[in-house]
């Protein structure tokens, strides 16, 4: 076979397509960026970008303004519940991690407290890591969708751990960039290296052979 011959109208169309999908990819970002402003659409707004980065992870291009809007809408009472769980949760182990150096460490109960604090604060990132990607990919509703990511979490401890480590990175390159690149392009960065990666363990359980396998998680 032949080579495809390159020409000028080709390059051309080659060169707005991957304009109109960095487009997609940075427009993304600010929207997250200025929605996340007011706290009480945070949680939507978050859920908005992670179902435009969901589909970008998995080979498809977005609609921008339809997947990010229609998924605030959709999911934004699901995503808020999530959110101030969160808070609830994580606002005791602060509490409670800040009161153990107060404490007698020598003291079994208090080993056995810090140890309990502590594998509770794991649980909480394991299932946030696989509930955001679940939830804006499948219609469930959330008292499914977490036990799922727990055991999600739980199944592939190394791969998660790898995945942490990978959504960071955009995080901690921008640390030694211009600001302005948080605002254009970290989050929506982070958020596609999230998608994809949660995806590599989550289509195991749902390619048609697997459906009930992936059901009887809940």
């Known amino acids: 076979m032949t080579p495809e011959r390159r020409t000028p109208r080709r390059e051309l169309d080659d060169f707005w397509e991957h304009l109109d999908r960095w487009s997609i990819f940075i427009l993304a970002n600010l929207l997250w960026a200025i929605f996340s402003i007011p706290v009480i659409t945070f949680p939507a707004a978050t859920a908005g970008l992670f179902a435009t ?84 990919t499948f219609d469930l509703p959330l008292r499914q969708l977490l036990p799922i990511a727990l055991k999600l979490g739980m199944a592939h401890p190394l791969v998660s751990l790898g995945i942490l480590l990978l959504v960071g ?17 970290t989050f929506s960065a982070s958020i596609f290296l999230w998608n994809w990666g949660t995806w590599r363990v989550i289509r195991r359980y749902v390619s048609d052979d697997n459906r009930q396998k992936f059901e009887s998680l809940a």
């Open 169 to 185: 990175l955009p995080v901690g390159i921008s640390l030694v960039l211009p600001v302005g690149i948080f605002v254009f392009a």
């Open 53 to 136: 980065m969901s589909l970008w992870s998995r080979g498809k291009t977005p609609e921008l303004f339809r997947e990010f809007f229609g998924a605030m809408r959709r999911y934004w009472i699901t995503s808020s519940l999530m959110v101030i769980q969160d808070l609830v949760v994580g606002g005791l182990l602060v509490v409670n991690l800040s009161i153990f150096p107060l404490m007698e460490i020598s003291n079994p109960v208090v080993f056995l407290s810090r140890g309990v604090t502590l594998f509770v604060g794991v649980v909480l990132v394991l299932v946030n890591l696989y509930f955001w990607p679940l939830l804006v």
